[in-house]
């Protein structure tokens, strides 16, 4: 899978479309940069653009953005809601797929050095980039705004860690850095901007103070009136939706417009979101509403629901949903082939896809069809008695399902590692060393893939019951994952890796024999 590093850059513009529409050509017209989303708000006077790409595009896009909106955005006439330092106020880095936090650093020192080299403004590295544990934190460095920046260059505390200490009217600074996913979250309300501002010191983690700390850890807040939609609302940044999820925040912020006597009226996400976030929160209604929802499109659609979040317009999941967006934008998938071509991949003349992607494409059938009998049995009044059990039956069933489809290309994957240690030189003593131990590492994880999935079927097998065909798909699956765990085996060189995987596949393999045929024994009697 590719590199991708989210970047999302806000400037201080959300009027003039002419600007926002500048700005976005110059990201999409960058080479390898792909332009997700762009979210412009006239009360706060900013726009947030979204883009993914590999680390040195999305560093060139963010140039690129830079420079249109350099001759475009004059800060000495901006106002708007949203606290702001500069034309290009924040440009965080964020990593996405196969990328680390240092990689996102070093794109946030790279842009920032170029971008002072380039434009001949102050810029300032916050959240992970940052050098000083003072300017870690970007309110703390957006501190006194645009407007105390003239007196703020002046003292050294305040050096810009790139550029010259000059206040450059028309621009101002520029703060980038390297953050995890931060959450631009608002919860609309019927009432005043002071009301709106009253419970976000009450929610946020800073509070109205050090000896009045905020109930919700890593939130921001800051209350303000949406001119444009004629409503307040309680503005967050959930910098860790992990430790204080979407939810959390939303049912603080009624619990404390109820003891006010204000109506919630939905809620805005700005920008884009992780699927997680939005499934931590579904199972959270779930679980305390006792609902029984398994897909992850009406997960989705009740989280929406409960939180109102197209209160202000549509919220289209393809559209503001991460994964979703860079799901399209990766085509070499195995299971994002149609079966036909699938298929024909597996036919082809290469040594992956295999029978260990095939493996896992009929273990993801086998599951796929105990949670079809499942949900066919459940909500019909003749099998009413059966909803607790199936209740409890389908989830599996379900998980396991797309658990599966993921190894299809996690078993390819894999493999192409070996191929890929297998092309390294060697010439050298040295470099035979590595070779080697490059192949060992790549059949290890070539072992690892089919292994997992014996194990992820095991699960099943004492729910399985009466359902013949899954039963025969599932055995299968453990026997082409057995007999692909022991070609590879034979060049490790491991020997007790070796030992303790091949007893651990043949345990695996008995287990599926046997949980099979007991499961063809009872359909046969029943019959």
């Given at each position: 899978m590719a590199q991708l590093v989210e970047c999302v850059p806000n400037f201080s513009e959300g009027r003039n479309k002419e600007v926002i529409d500048a700005i976005s050509a110059a990201i999409s017209g960058t080479a390898g940069c792909s332009l997700l989303d762009v979210d412009p708000g006239a009360s706060t006077n900013r726009t947030v653009y979204t883009f993914v790409g590999s680390p040195d595009a999305v560093v060139e896009g963010a140039?690129?953005?830079?420079?249109?909106?350099?001759?475009?955005?004059?800060?000495?006439?901006?106002?708007?809601e949203h606290p702001r330092t500069g034309a290009m106020d924040v440009c965080p880095f964020i990593p996405v797929q196969n990328v680390t936090m240092e990689d996102c650093v070093t794109c946030a020192q790279l842009f920032g050095q170029?971008?002072?080299?380039?434009?001949?403004?102050?810029?300032?590295?916050?959240?992970?980039?940052?050098?000083?544990?003072t300017r870690r934190s970007l309110p703390s460095v957006r501190a006194g705004e645009y407007e105390a920046l003239p007196d703020k260059l002046k003292r050294s505390e305040w050096t810009p860690d790139f550029g010259p200490t000059s206040f450059i009217p028309s621009w101002g600074a520029?703060?980038?850095?390297?953050?995890?996913?931060?959450?631009?979250?608002?919860?609309?309300?019927?009432?005043?901007?002071?009301?709106?501002?009253?419970?976000?010191?009450?929610?946020r983690e800073q509070g109205r103070g050090k000896d009045q700390p905020g109930l919700?850890?890593?939130?921001?807040?800051?209350?303000?009136?949406?001119?444009?939609?004629?409503?307040?609302?309680?503005?967050?940044?959930?910098?860790?939706y992990e430790l204080t999820p979407l939810?959390?925040?939303?049912?603080?912020?009624?619990?404390?417009?109820?003891?006010?006597?204000?109506?919630?009226?939905?809620?805005?996400?700005?920008?884009?979101?992780p699927l997680k976030a939005l499934l931590d929160s579904a199972d959270f209604y779930i679980s305390r509403e006792r609902l029984f929802i398994i897909e992850e499109e009406h997960k989705v659609r009740l989280v929406i629901s409960k939180l109102g979040l197209d209160s202000l317009g549509p919220f289209n999941p393809k559209e503001r949903i991460i994964e979703y967006m860079v799901g399209s934008l990766?085509?070499?998938?195995?299971?994002?082939?149609?079966?036909?071509?699938?298929?024909?991949?597996?036919?082809?003349?290469?040594?992956?896809?295999?029978?260990?992607?095939?493996?896992?494409?009929?273990?993801a059938l086998g599951a796929?069809?105990?949670?079809?009998?499942?949900?066919?049995?459940?909500?019909?009044?003749?099998?009413?008695?059966?909803?607790?059990?199936?209740?409890?039956?389908?989830?599996?069933?379900?998980?396991?399902?797309?658990?599966?489809?993921?190894?299809?290309?996690a078993d390819s994957s894999a493999f192409s590692s070996y191929m890929v240690a297998l092309k390294m030189p060697k010439s050298t003593a040295e470099e035979i060393k590595r070779r080697e131990a490059a192949m060992q590492e790549g059949l290890k994880r070539a072992v690892g893939v089919p292994l997992a999935l014996a194990e992820r079927i095991a699960v099943l097998w004492p729910s399985l019951k009466e359902i013949v065909v899954a039963a025969k798909a599932l055995e299968t699956a453990v026997f082409g994952a057995y007999y692909n765990i022991m070609i590879n085996l034979k060049d490790i060189t491991d020997d007790s890796f070796k030992l303790a995987t091949q007893r651990k596949a043949s345990v695996l393999l008995q287990e599926a024999k046997s949980s099979a045929a007991a499961v063809l024994d009872a359909a046969e009697k029943r019959n």
């Open positions: 140039l690129n953005a830079a420079r249109q909106a350099f001759s475009l955005i004059d800060m000495s006439k901006h106002s708007g170029k971008l002072a080299d380039m434009l001949h403004v102050p810029v300032y590295l916050y959240g992970e980039a940052a050098r000083t544990e520029t703060v980038t850095g390297a953050r995890k996913f931060l959450i631009a979250y608002n919860v609309n309300l019927i009432g005043t901007k002071e009301q709106a501002h009253r419970i976000a010191l009450d929610v919700l850890k890593k939130v921001q807040g800051m209350g303000w009136y949406l001119d444009e939609a004629n409503i307040a609302q309680v503005s967050t940044n959930i910098l860790d939810h959390s925040v939303y049912e603080e912020v009624c619990r404390d417009a109820e003891g006010l006597s204000l109506p919630v009226v939905g809620s805005q996400i700005v920008g884009l979101i990766e085509d070499g998938r195995l299971v994002s082939l149609s079966l036909q071509q699938f298929v024909q991949h597996v036919g082809a003349r290469t040594a992956a896809p295999g029978g260990g992607s095939v493996s896992a494409a009929v273990a796929a069809l105990g949670s079809m009998v499942g949900q066919m049995t459940y909500g019909k009044r003749q099998f009413e008695n059966l909803d607790g059990v199936m209740r409890r039956l389908i989830p599996p069933f379900h998980q396991a399902m797309n658990e599966l489809l993921h190894m299809v290309d």
